[in-house]
């Protein structure tokens, strides 16, 4: 997949974590945005008719754009489907709710930007309960914390029409990958870790399978280093973990 290219607008909000992500995700859709302001006719342009006329085209863009992202974002927010179940079953280390931070927090500015007004509202609430977590003094996750995880993440579940696609031990797998990997610093940065799991990992396979051009492009990760941590996704078993 090739990097996308995102056209910078001082007007536009920049997103959650651009000091830590070249987000090649959501890119072409952010250029997509920027394009449409762009073209926005200004008050005091042409005839009435063009104006009406060129309104009319922008908002068809506006309508399309929309329905463009949330089902990018549906995509995207499937694997977070998967980590809050896993919570609710009972998962309750905290790694699964940083890398759940890591993919609801860059998805902030852009439901803003295209508009998803009660959406963005509902990710931010999301995103209390989650930094609450993380930045809690217990060592797991609570019984309440889980509570709160996940009658938070209902409204957002509703709203985007996200489906449960379930699988506890898909989910261990990422964590204690997750795990091994976040103690190798001097290999692995922290923003090398929040740039892979950002793009949301529905389960290792997803990294072992993927051509390194493609991680590196979605990531915005060096080359070389994606070539690593897909070895070592591919090496990795829970044996190695314990």
């Given at each position: 997949m090739p990097r996308a290219t995102v056209v910078q607008n001082p007007n536009l909000a920049n997103p959650v974590f651009d000091d830590f992500l070249d987000d090649g995700f959501l890119g072409d859709l952010d250029q997509a945005f920027t394009q449409i302001q762009i073209d926005k006719p200004s008050k005091n342009s042409g005839r009435q008719t063009r104006k009406g006329t060129s309104?009319?085209?922008?908002?068809?863009?506006?309508?399309?754009?929309?329905?463009?992202?949330?089902?990018?974002?549906?995509?995207?927010?499937?694997?977070?489907?998967?980590?809050?179940?896993?919570?609710?079953?009972?998962?309750?280390?905290?790694?699964?709710?940083?890398i759940t931070e890591y993919i609801v927090s860059p998805l902030i500015s852009k439901c803003r930007n295209i508009g998803l007004v009660e959406e963005t509202k509902t990710l931010i609430e999301l995103q209390k309960v989650i930094k609450s977590i993380n930045r809690s003094q217990t060592k797991e996750i609570t019984p309440e914390q889980q509570q709160k995880l996940v009658t938070a993440f209902e409204p957002l579940r509703a709203q985007f029409k996200l489906k449960y696609r379930g699988h506890a031990i898909a989910v261990l797998n990422i964590v204690a990958f997750y795990k091994t990997i976040k103690v190798k610093t001097k290999r692995y940065t922290p923003v090398d870790l929040k740039k892979l799991f950002s793009i949301g990992i529905s389960s290792l396979s997803m990294i072992r399978k993927t051509s390194i051009e493609e991680l590196s492009s979605l990531t915005g990760i060096d080359a070389q280093v994606v070539a690593d941590l897909r070895q070592e996704a591919r090496d990795f078993t829970l044996y190695t973990f314990v």
């Open positions: 309104r009319s085209t922008t908002k068809a863009e506006y309508a399309q754009m929309r329905k463009t992202f949330v089902s990018l974002a549906q995509e995207y927010l499937s694997p977070v489907v998967r980590y809050v179940k896993a919570v609710e079953q009972g998962v309750v280390n905290k790694d699964i709710t940083t």
